[in-house]
């Protein structure tokens, strides 16, 4: 039987151990066994080059590099855990780092960060796991092209040719399922806006910040199809783990379980100064955008949005 002068020195080796791995570095705590253990464990031989990727990514990143130890890993392991990499020349998941203010007392601490973001491709990769899409793809609607738009019946004529200016007045969604189901999500510019000021981080809500300064378009993108999927797709496992934990800041627990800290609305992104990979500005094709609304076409292969 343990005395309590035994017990006690457990629970102060536990404690120790813990300040000790909470204070590491990000490069010294991703070369501990137990995070490599950790990897490991969800991604098996992909384990290394994943590890990789991630210390490539916070070293050309001033900001996510000085972004909390911890919460950049657990964000890195929401994305291994549903098998997406965090590459952000590929675009399907992002470790991004935001500022959390909290108030001690009578003063404000600032933390810096990592969350979690899934880009547009990984929505699109999460579903075509499923098997059950024939057809799915969104994108934007310029001036002129949209023909009438009815939101009982889903009745959406569109024409391409018929673009009259770069003016985006809309975005638009669309998927088949294999069954024969077809559903398509028709948002004005209006209403992305009205959604996004609503889900504003920081104080001043109609600022444009973060992914949404650097990528209006393909941010709307995503959120039209995130809403497309989780209101009328086939929701499996991983489509529910990605849309509920899109956008939040994740901490390892005491049994190294993934843990929910914030949601993104509670956090203020840090200004994009911050080192960038080079973006992807390639744009939708003609054929793409016809075939959209063909039934006779292939399911889409969507690669053009960076989220």
């Known amino acids: 039987m343990a005395t309590n002068d035994t017990l006690k020195n457990q629970l102060s080796e536990q404690k120790s151990q813990e300040v000790s791995a909470q204070s590491l570095g990000f490069k010294a705590l991703m070369n501990t066994p137990t995070m490599k253990k950790k990897f490991q464990d969800i991604l098996h031989e992909k384990s290394d080059s994943f590890m990789g990727s991630l210390m490539t990514l916070v070293g050309g990143d001033n900001y996510l590099s000085n972004a909390e130890p911890m919460t950049i890993i657990a964000s890195a392991l929401k994305a291994a855990t549903m098998d997406l990499p965090i590459d952000k020349n590929l675009g399907y998941a992002y470790v991004v780092p935001f500022n959390r203010k909290e108030k001690v007392g009578k003063d ?11 880009g547009y491709k990984g929505y699109i990769q999460l579903a075509q796991r499923s098997g059950q899409y024939k057809a799915l793809n969104a994108l934007e609607v310029y001036e002129g092209q949209l023909i009438e738009w009815n939101p009982l019946t889903e009745e959406f004529i569109f024409d391409y040719s018929a673009r009259a200016s770069d003016k985006v007045i809309g975005y638009v969604g669309f998927f088949e399922l294999l ?11 209006q209403e992305i806006e009205a959604h996004r000021i609503k889900n504003a981080k920081g104080y001043d809500k109609e600022k444009l910040t973060g992914a949404w300064k650097d990528n209006y378009d393909s941010m709307a993108i995503k959120t039209v199809l995130r809403n497309l999927l989780a209101k009328w797709g086939i929701l499996s496992v991983e489509m529910q783990t990605a849309v509920t934990s899109d956008e939040k800041v994740f901490r390892l627990g005491d049994n190294d379980d993934l843990i929910e800290e914030t949601a993104l609305n509670e ?20 054929e793409n955008q016809t075939a959209l609304f063909n039934d006779k076409q292939p399911p889409l292969k969507d690669d053009k949005y960076p989220f």
């Open 267 to 286: 956090a203020e992104p840090i200004k994009t100064d911050r080192k960038e990979a080079e973006k992807v500005n390639e744009k939708p094709t003609n």
């Open 179 to 189: 069954n024969g189901f077809k559903k398509t999500v028709y948002w004005t510019k």
């Open 108 to 118: 404000w601490v600032t933390h810096n960060e990592a969350q979690f973001i899934l």
